[in-house]
T-cell receptor, first 113, second 114 residues
Framework: AQSVTQLDSQVPVFEEAPVELRCNYS??????LFWYVQYPNQGLQLLLK??????LVKGINGFEAEFNKSQTSFHLRKPSVHISDTAEYFC???????????FGTGTRLLVSP | DARVTQTPRHKVTEMGQEVTMRCQPI?????VFWYRQTMMQGLELLAY????????DSGMPKDRFSAEMPDATLATLKIQPSEPRDSAVYFC????????????FGSGTQLSVL
């Protein structure tokens, strides 16, 4: 079975500063990896996904993530955050066969002026 | 824009009452997921369907929860009897079923059981 660990429950950062949200996964089979974002009182939206190929994946709103197989990590980064990036971010893993999507517990990104 | 529609958006009920949450997946999507979100547990997968057949409902308390897809345009999640610990936001999501695609989430049903 797959599992996802998001090490930080909350990350405070100042506007225009860089940010990294950490995600580690565990799986015995090949997986697809995802980052979703949840704005207040809304459902989740896909930020980016890693399926195969280049380990650096670019998503919407200037976010990117790097897949590191040896460290089983898929950390999310943004070089300069905006107030509007304040939201909850979820890392998720899905095995390539069974297709069950499992989420981490989420990281709340708080961007202040 | 195609979207997943969930009803009701909010539900307040008393302990012991039956609760039914509904989801209309995006037309043409053949996978449907139900998730429950709480502060303590985060997003938990309750059940998911492919072509209307349940593939995995191991995350769902069987004694009080049930999930069905009466047809391709409707998924339901029922709780009977409801308990205060069921208070959470319940999300439905659908996908085209290729396995590597993104899921589209509804806006959720916020359930409060008093």
């Amino acid at each position: 079975a797959q599992s996802v660990t998001q090490l930080d429950s909350q990350v405070p950062v100042f506007e225009e500063a860089p940010v990294e949200l950490r995600c580690n996964y565990s799986s015995s089979v090949s997986v697809y990896l995802f980052w979703y974002v949840q704005y207040p009182n809304q459902g989740l939206q896909l930020l980016l996904k890693y399926l195969s190929g280049s380990t650096l994946v670019k998503g919407i709103n200037g976010f990117e993530a790097e897949f590191n197989k040896s460290q089983t990590s898929f950390h999310l980064r943004k070089p300069s955050v905006h107030i509007s990036d304040t939201a909850e971010y979820f890392c998720a893993v899905r095995d390539t066969g069974f297709q069950k999507l499992v989420f981490g517990t989420g990281t709340r990104l708080l961007v202040s002026p | 824009d195609a979207r997943v529609t969930q009803t009701p958006r909010h539900k307040v009920t008393e302990m012991g009452q039956e609760v039914t949450m509904r989801c209309q997946p995006i037309l043409g999507h053949n996978t449907v997921f139900w998730y429950r979100q709480t502060m303590m547990q985060g997003l938990e997968l309750l059940a998911y369907f492919r072509n209307r057949a349940p593939l995995d409902d191991s995350g769902m308390p069987k004694d009080r929860f049930s999930a069905e897809m009466p047809d391709a345009t409707l998924a339901t999640l029922k709780i009977q009897p409801s308990e205060p610990r069921d208070s959470a936001v319940y999300f439905c999501a659908s996908g085209p079923g290729t396995g590597n695609e993104k899921l589209f989430f509804g806006s959720g049903t916020q359930l409060s059981v008093l």
